[in-house]
Nanobody, 123 residues
Framework: VQLQASGGGLVQPGGSLRLSCAASGFALDDYAISWFRQAPGKEREGVSYINVGRKFYADSVKGRFTISRDNAKNTVYLQMNSLKFEDTAVYYC???????????????????WGQGTQVTVSS
């Protein structure tokens, strides 16, 4: 089981990036996949979740970020638009077994993590 996150980089405020989370060793649609992020000195926070047709977003990214899944490519994407300074962080994708939707933000329920990709928003 592997998750490979990619697509981070340096972008100006207002810009866009698309992160990819390529899965191997399992079928994506059997599990919940979430994106988390962690900024220096801060706790890891849930950004977005996708599973069985449901999608959730942190309030701080609603309307700007979009999560999607391509089962044929076994990849989950996070399209990030209108990026802000405060979006700067290392972004991780993670896999969880079926969990109550209310727990999607809790990192402890995720059993497999990608290596992280750095997103830096700077002028």
């Amino acid at each position: 089981v592997q998750l490979q996150a990619s697509g981070g980089g340096l972008v100006q405020p207002g810009g866009s990036l698309r992160l990819s989370c390529a899965a191997s060793g399992f079928a994506l649609d059997d599990y919940a996949i979430s994106w988390f992020r962690q900024a220096p000195g801060k706790e890891r926070e849930g950004v977005s979740y996708i599973n069985v047709g449901r999608k959730f977003y942190a309030d701080s990214v609603k309307g700007r970020f979009t999560i999607s899944r391509d089962n044929a490519k076994n990849t989950v994407y996070l399209q990030m638009n209108s990026l802000k300074f405060e979006d700067t962080a290392v972004y991780y994708c993670a896999r969880a077994p079926r969990i109550p939707f209310s727990l999607w933000r809790a990192p402890a329920y995720y059993t497999h993590w990608g290596q992280g990709t750095q997103v830096t928003v700077s002028s």
